[in-house]
């Protein structure tokens, strides 16, 4: 069975198979916890990237997908790069499938790979706007449906979210809470 777990911390400190990075369409880089993926995993991931976006993503990986890079000097072995929606009440349906479509994406991916554990960060949950504790209760739902399904529970050890900062981490463990799992 697929543990869920919650931590404080830096996702670019975890020991993991798989971490995933809260990008952006372009796949070049930018602030919060994509640009700390590149700045501490190096350019190797950048190099990586920018082969995606020659050869499959020219107009840029659309919002919900996610695709796999090199982990560089991370101490991972691959970085799943996924686009979260920005947050939008006006289209929050539209927009809270696809973000639960970043999980389910990503952990497929994970999978394909053959990794054993994987660690999320809050996606869209920062400068994508995401209230915490809907983004919370996505990212929980989502994983928790996708770890119960055949295939996927038998390959992973381990699905952990990295949360920044002790409001995220508290809006992580109600969502886990109300889901009626342990962290
Ligand atoms: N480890 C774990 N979580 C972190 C870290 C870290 N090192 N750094 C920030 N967070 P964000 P988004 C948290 O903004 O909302 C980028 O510029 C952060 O506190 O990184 O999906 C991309 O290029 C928040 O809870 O991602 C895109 O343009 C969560 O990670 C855009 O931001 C997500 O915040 C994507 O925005």
Same mark, same amino acid.
């Given at each position: 069975m697929t543990q869920i777990t919650l931590i404080e911390g830096d996702i670019t400190d975890q020991q993991v198979d798989v971490v995933v990075n809260a990008a952006n369409s372009s796949l070049l880089g930018g602030g919060g916890v994509d640009g700390a993926?590149?700045?501490?995993?190096?350019?190797?991931?950048?190099?990586?990237?920018?082969?995606?976006?020659a050869s499959h993503y020219g107009k840029g990986l659309p919002t919900g997908? @996610? *695709? /796999?890079?090199?982990?560089?000097?991370l101490p991972a072995h691959w970085v799943v790069h996924t686009v979260g929606p920005v947050f939008l009440e006006e289209d929050r349906p539209a927009r809270a499938a696809l973000l639960a479509s970043c999980y389910a994406e990503s952990l497929r991916v994970a999978v394909?790979?053959?990794?054993?554990?994987?660690?999320f960060p809050a996606v869209s949950?920062?400068?994508?706007g995401w209230p915490l504790e809907d983004?919370?209760?996505?990212?929980?739902?989502?994983?928790?449906? @996708? *770890? /119960?399904e055949e295939g996927v529970a038998g390959g992973l050890a381990e699905v952990r979210f990295v949360l920044f900062g002790?409001?995220?981490?508290?809006?992580?463990?109600?969502?886990?809470?109300?889901l009626g799992q342990r962290s």
């Open positions: 993926i590149h700045r501490r995993g190096g350019p190797e991931i950048l190099e990586d990237c920018r082969r995606l976006r997908r @996610a *695709v /796999a890079t090199t982990a560089g000097r394909d790979l053959g990794a054993r554990t994987v660690a949950a920062g400068v994508y983004a919370a209760r996505i990212a929980l739902t989502t994983v928790a449906e @996708a *770890v /119960a002790g409001g995220a981490y508290a809006a992580f463990e109600q969502a886990l809470r109300d």
